[in-house]
Every structure is written in C-alpha cells, then in structure tokens.
C-alpha cells in the first residue's frame, strides 16, 4: 500500500488536516546516546530485559515499559501500560494516581516536550487516546532531576514514539464485547451520533453556537420562531439502537531508505481507529446540611449511554548518520463522546416527586489534538554534544450544544405516563441548550542542551565527569466561552404538554412555528469568558560525576521563572479583572546512587519542585450539571510547593529479575484538594477547590520480579512480577478550609478530626503471573494473569458538618493470551474485569452532624462489565 492512498484515508477518516510525533529527549544526564524515536538501529531496547537493564544503570529513579511488556499484557492505550508500574492506578475518569497523588501532580512529555491537556478538567491529555501501536517506550520519572519540568511531584511521563529497527507494515483488527454493554437493546445514542458522519466524528458541525450570537457578546438576545427553526441545526431526539461490539483497526508501516554510505532514512505512518459502547447503571445522589442535619439533597438513578469514537495518526521522518539526529513528526488525535444520561428520581429535596422526576442530558465532548515536533541532536568530537526540539500544539476542547430536558412522569390526572412520554412545561430549566469551548490560542514548547564529557576515561566505560546547560519552557494561551440558551414560553407559562421523550423535535419545531415558546440566551454578559496565559521558562545546569564505577552523583539546579495571567470578571461586572501569578523559582536536585556490588544498588534523592492546578481548578466559571452539582474555579487557588526524599535497595540477581524496597516522604505546602461545599446560588452543592496549608506523605515502595524456575524446574515458564505502595498521610487545613470545614457549634461542640490528603491512597497493590513458552514452531505464546487495587481515598473534602466522601477500593482481574500463529499472523485474546467490582464513592460514615437519609450513604456507584476482547494482526 502507498503512502500517498494511506494520506488521503487519513484526511476521509478524521475529517481534519492532522500530523504526528518526534524525537525523544532523555531526561537523564548520564546517558549520552542521543536517540530518535522514529528511526533507532538497536532493537534490544523494546524486550523487557533491556529496560530493566535500562533502570539499573539509570541515576535517577526511572522506570518504563517496553513495547515486549506492552504486547505481552494486551495493552492497547498507553493510560493502561502506566497502571503496570509501582504504585500507578487509574480512577475513573480522572486520570493516573502516582503513589497515591490526584493527576494534577504529574506531568506529561512526548518526546521529552512539555505537552498540554486538551481537557479543561485533567491536567494531563487523556492517555488512553494513545494506541500503543505507535508506542516505542514508556518512561516513568519518579524522582526529580533538574532537565524535568519542575512541575512534578508524583511523576513525569514522557511517551516514546515507536522505534524500529528493520522496515515492516502491520495490521490490526480487534473486536471486543461488554457483559453489560454489547447488544443492549434500548441502547440511546444521539439522533447526530447514530450514522457515518457520527462514526467519523464529524456531528458537531451542526452543534455549533447559533450564527445570530456567534461573534456578539451576551445580551438576552431572543431568537424568532425562523431564526429557532433554521440556527439551531442538532436535533433532540434520541434513537433507540441494539449496541454493536466494540471494534478497533489500525494501520502501521515502517521504511527505511540508505542515504549516502552511513546514513538512514526512516518514514513511519500509523492510523488507528476505535469505538465503544459502555453502559453504567447506579446512584447519583447528593448530601446536604438541613439546620443541623444531613439529608440527601437528590436521590437519583443515573443511565448513563456512551458512543465513544477515537482516531489517531502519526506521521514521522527520521534521519541518523553517524553522530547526528534528526526528527520531524507529528500526531493528530481526536476523540468524540456522545453521552446520554437518563435521571429518575428527585432532587432540591422534593421528596414528593422521588417516582416521577426525570431528566435527562444529551451532550457530545468533543477533543482535537495536534501536535507538530521538530528535534535534533548533533554529537562534536567525543565530547561535545547539542539537542535541540521544538513543538507547535493546537488542541480544542468542546461540548457543542449540551442539551437538558427536564418534566415529570406522570400526566395531568397524576397517572403513570407510558416510559416513552413525558410531561413538559416550557420555562424554568426544563429546556437548557449550553456551550462550552476551551480553544487553544497557542501552544509552544522548545528546549536546548549543550553537554561536555570532562575527565579522561582511563579504564572506565564513560568520562568520569559531564556537564550540561540547558533550556526548557512553554507558552499557553487559552480562552473559554461558556453560554446558556433556555427555552421560554411565550403566554403559556404553566401550561403544560405531553411529548415523546425520545422524539420531541418535531413538537418543538410546531411549536416554535406556532410561537408557544422561543430560545432566548441568558449567559452572564461578564462572565461568559475568561482567557488564562502561562509562560513558564527555564534555564539547568546539571553535573553529573562517577569517582569510581560503583559511584554516581547528579547534582542539579534550576531556575524557572512562572508568569500566570487569567482574566475573569466577577458577575455583573463592566470590567475584566486580571489574576497575576508571578514567581521565580529555584528548584535544586541531588540523586546519588551507590553500587554495591553488581546486583545490589543503593539511590537517594532529593528535590524541591512545583504542582500547577489542573485548568477546571483556576478557570472562574460555574460549570452546571443538571442534577444542581456545580464545578468553581477558583483563581485564587496557588501553586504548591513540594519537597521529595526518596532512599531506595535495588537488587538484581539475574538480568530477568529484580527486587527493590523504596521509602519516601513529600513536604506538600499550599496543597490543592477537592471539596464539596453548598452552593450560594442554588439548592444543590458545588465542587471547588482549595489549598491546604501543608501536607505530608511517608510511605514505602516495594517491587519484585522472579522466576519462579528458581523454586521448581516445572514453574520455569513462569514469572511473577507484584509491586505495593503503602503511604501515610496527614493534612493542616488552612484558614479557608477551618471556615469550610469547621461544624457549627450550635450543632457540634468538637474540634474537627485529623484527615488524610484529598485524594491519597493508603495503599496500592499491583501484580501480574506470566506464563511463556514456544510453539512447536518455534514461536512465541504467552499467558498473563494481571490484578490491582488501590485503598479507600478521599474523593472530596466534606464541609457543612458532613464527613468527606470517599472513593473504595476497586479490585480489577484481567487475563491475557497472545500468540505469535505464523510468522506474518499474531492474535491477542483477553478478558478484562473478572471480578466486575462495583465502583463505588460513600459517604463517610463519621459525620460532624446527625444523618437522617434512609441508611444510604452512597454519592455514586456502578458496574463497568466484563470485557473480551480479541485482536488479529498481520505483519508484512
């Protein structure tokens, strides 16, 4: 197949111009090979063996799973390949947890170039849009050097793109079912998402703001009937389907052409396409302080359908000869979600209508990602060496046309409608069109290192001595408009109607037409944008010095000067108001690591870094859900200010085996945490954010791999790898929280009780059995055995004299099989979820005040299903 015919399939499916990726950075000053990561001659660096090797030799505390490790498991995104690594889990949602930290602790490279999120409410890209496919390694930094951004505190991520030593093409198809998802009849996805045009992601070209409002700053403009019938293009339907199995199908090729007598040129093309349906079930429900008593403020069900599309692309030049580098890549990647959620129940405590309330919300998220990275590397001699990269990132995020319906299940006569009707009134919130757009302005990201080897070699492997100078930062500009759109009625106020909930469009069309009601915006005139601007740059020196070959000592110092601008208007203000953020910062590092002998290391390390608040924390609007749950930013909110020690044992007793005890403890000043607090401007409750005076977190690391061979000649097929995190932690509550948080002592006397950090867990718990052997044809066939856990963690800091809400251990069990058919066929079958836990978020169970609501204590719980899955490639 030609590249050009695959460019232009690229262009049908993902209905945008996309690009690709680039060249890696190491992050670590020891290592002097500079590599690119399209085109790399050495293949031992994909097998498991070679990491490990790469992680013993590594100064500072680097892990990373190999392109081996990440077929040998059947990981298909690289959101689940980083759950495999000690003391990573993934919550729902939200992102990787590093040894217990909210994702708003981690930060993400590609390529060792800083890289933004294209979702205003994670502060990493959602790694799961990643195929592996296009993934050569992923590498973990635990442990703080200063050529890393100085935004870490739990780990820095940096995505290898896929490195190859031989010219290939492949392809993948795979073919998945849900227990709980697949052929679901009634299975509701928006009338848009339900075609080509959705499958392709290309519905929410008619879910953009209405032309008449587009450019025009809010004023209550009133729409005409022919301005409602002709601007509002998406309809509110929704169909009714049998869901199909969930199916992926990727594309890969890999050329590489001599240039010249010593030099390579390599050319990587990857596509990757995937949908799924899910389906969850369960309680979305709400506490709140009634005088001195907690009562569920809603008691709902929430259906919730997803449609999920993902695309992505990479395209890639690499060219190497002799000591010099280059790299030109880009990615695209795109994923659209069309969600439905059907509410039954009551909320605002009207326990009256606990039968009859219904509501439902139909919404598309909707994330496009560019990003374009250019790199090069150039070794002088044998001691001199200078890299260089830089990176262009588009990245939008929107949920186009966010459409609520709300009315009662019961008809005028106060009888059970039929469940496809529903009882309407035009006016109140029952008919809410929103609009929410976090646009990329501009996102720029470089870096440049200049390294000098001193010393003399001697009899040693490498210089003794290696000094480097460098530079790295990024500049992003965002803006975000949010809007509102009600349906009102015009001279029927009260008067109500009976509709199909599922087909209401053509009644509205007739009643539009017949001026019963009109749309008409009611988006706060001050408040329906802010911007934010952050630069952040930095300049490194780092030196790195053996003494002996069991020695060696990186020393670190970075400066990083971080200017922060948001602009917001407080509501009903003229006038923007400008939030300046500036600091300077000085982040020193120290990582030491001692060979004991040739199996046994030991590693200290010390830094001081910085944590930056995920956007949704800073952005000053209210993001309404419609079960009244509203989401603050808070711009006030500050960095925090971390101080890392880590003293880690390595021991290796062979190349394939490792055991390893790391203790560590994190100084957290100003840390950021999740609260729920009672909403001012409604009867619901608002999720919002505040700093913590300090927080501080001990814990323990301990890791292993083994042969199990080692205890019997019939278990030598087999290894066992299990890794554990245990972590204490303990919170002093700032001023802002002791206001929040304190109970009133007209209700409550005591003082408020010691807590652990939002978010932290007390424990997690990895572990995979391997089971390998060869065909009769000499080729490969694996058996894995993978399971994970985390402890019950603090989801949201209560307030109002609740307890804090809490997120239960959720125990997964996968297993997968692959095997290496024929030379050219692989298949991969796997089950993930065994055990279907159910996900689970409570309410604690000590309260400051007495709790009155029927014995349930749950703020939301579901099923995730049983997946098989089962992949089929072909290599030629």
Known sequence: MKINKLSIAVLFLSGSVFYAQETKQDTV??????EGVVIQGSSNKKTETAVLGEQKKAIIQKQAVSAEEISRKGISN??????????????????????GLEERYNYLLINGLGSPSNNPFQKII????????????????KTFNSNLYGDFAGATFDIETLTIDKSFSKVEFGIGVNTLSTFRNGFKVAESADGFKGYLGLNSKDKNLPFAIKDARPKNYRFSSDESLSQ???SWNVNQIKSLPNTSLGFTTVQKVKVGETGNLGILFSLNQSSEYSYKEGAKNQFKDFGGIINLNNDLLRKQYNYEIESSALLGFGYKNKGTAINLNAMYLQNVNNIIEDYYGYKNNQVQSKDVGFFRTNQQDLSRFLNIQLTASQKIGNRHQIKAGGSYVINNYQQPDRKILEGSRLDANGNMLPDNQLLLAYGGNNLIRQYLDVNSRFYGSAYGEYSVFLGEKGDKKDYPMQLSIG?????????TSYRFIFGKPNGTAGQTFLIDKNNPQAQFNHDLANNLFYFQEESDGSKFFTSMYQFVNAGYINFNYKPAEDWDILLGARYENDMTLIRYSQQGAEHKENKEKIRDLFLPSISIKKALNTKN???FAFSKTVTRPVLIETMDIDYINPDNETIR??????????YNFDLKWEYFPTNKEMFAVNLFAKRINNAIERSFVSSGDANGVTVTFYNAKKADLAGVELEGIISLGRFSDALEKFTLGANATFMYTDVERSEDQLKLEKPNPQFYSGELRKRGLQGASPYTINADLKYETKTKNNLNRSFSIIYNVSGSKIYAVGTSGSDNFYEKPFHQLDFVYQEQVTKNWNIKAGV???LNNRYKVLLGDKSYYSVNTNNINTYTDYFRGINFNLTVGYTF
């Open 471 to 479: 530079y790295n930062g990024f500049a992003d500009l965002r803006k």
């Open 832 to 834: 993930q979820n065994i």
């Open 29 to 34: 000053a020891k290592e002097k090979k500079i």
């Open 232 to 234: 509002f293009k998406d």
């Open 601 to 603: 290391n030991l590693r």
């Open 633 to 642: 930013g808070n711009p006030n909110i500050e960095n925090s200010d971390n």
């Open 78 to 99: 690289v959101e689940q390949g980083l759950t495999k690594v000690t003391g990573i889990t993934t919550v729902e949602g939200r992102g990787l947890f590093v040894r």
């Open 126 to 141: 959602a790694l799961k849009q990643f195929p592996t496919d296009v993934v050569g390694k992923l590498n973990i930094y």
